[in-house]
């Protein structure tokens, strides 16, 4: 397909577990950005990137969480020793960059994640 | 700081009703953009309009409309002959630039789940 792909789609971990949740923007789509969404909530920014640049990770709540884009394409965000309240769903979205005169955010279906 | 209020939770209408959702926002930005997005059941966030600030136009597309008003600092949607597959939790969103790199992040509001009763 050509939109914006996230794995697992679904993830339970027990508290303490660390976890990786997958994102594959959309071809050519230079940003990339991570939200999260907690039950009954809008989207919360985590993160974004610029090809393999991170260039603003204000949103992250704590050090245990992490994100790379190594290669400028497919994104992981790494949570480490999940806890109860990283319990969301975690959404990724891609645009074009400044170059491409579009400010659209795709965003992918998510990836729900629930810490037992 | 920026802040998107969506004061109505829910909202429930019958089939072919019309229906507006409520948006106010807050920024200290002189230049910024106005977004509304849709999310079906599915959970996936669908763009339906992105608004300049300077762009005070009403805008029309289909069944949608959108009234955006700077003096009162609030971005109104309205759905004119409501259906079914309109039933979804709308967001109404607010950018704010990422420095100097171009692009933005989005401040959400808390959504407000529209259910359309046939």
């Known amino acids: 397909g050509a939109g914006v792909s996230q794995s697992p789609r679904y993830k339970v971990a027990k508290r303490g577990q660390d976890v990786a949740l997958r994102c594959d923007p959309i071809s050519g789509h230079v940003s990339l950005f991570w939200y999260q969404q907690a039950l009954g909530q809008g989207p919360e920014f985590l993160t974004y990137?610029?090809?393999?640049?991170?260039?603003?990770k204000s949103g992250l709540p704590s050090d245990r969480f992490f994100a790379e884009r190594p290669e400028g394409s497919v994104s992981t965000l790494k949570i480490q020793r999940t806890q109860q309240e990283d319990s969301a769903v975690y959404l990724c979205a891609s645009s074009l960059d400044r170059a491409g005169d579009s400010y659209e955010q795709y965003f992918g279906p998510g990836t729900r994640l629930t810490v037992t | 700081a920026q802040k998107v209020t969506q004061a109505q939770t829910e909202i429930s209408v019958v089939e072919k009703e019309d229906v507006t959702l409520d948006c106010v926002y807050e920024?200290?930005?002189?230049?910024?953009?106005l977004f509304w997005y849709k999310q079906p059941p599915s959970g996936e966030l669908v763009f339906l309009i992105r608004?300049?600030?300077?762009?005070?136009q009403n805008e029309i597309s289909g069944r949608y409309s959108w009234n955006f008003q700077k003096s009162t600092s609030s971005f109104n949607f309205t759905i004119t002959a409501s259906q079914v597959v309109d039933s979804a939790v709308y967001f109404c969103a607010l950018s704010e630039a990422i420095a100097n790199f171009g692009n933005e992040k989005l401040t959400f509001g808390t959504g407000t789940r529209l259910t359309i009763i046939p």
């Open positions: 920024t200290r930005d002189t230049t910024y953009y």
């Open positions: 990137f610029q090809n393999e640049a991170q260039l603003d």
């Open positions: 608004r300049n600030s300077f762009d005070e």
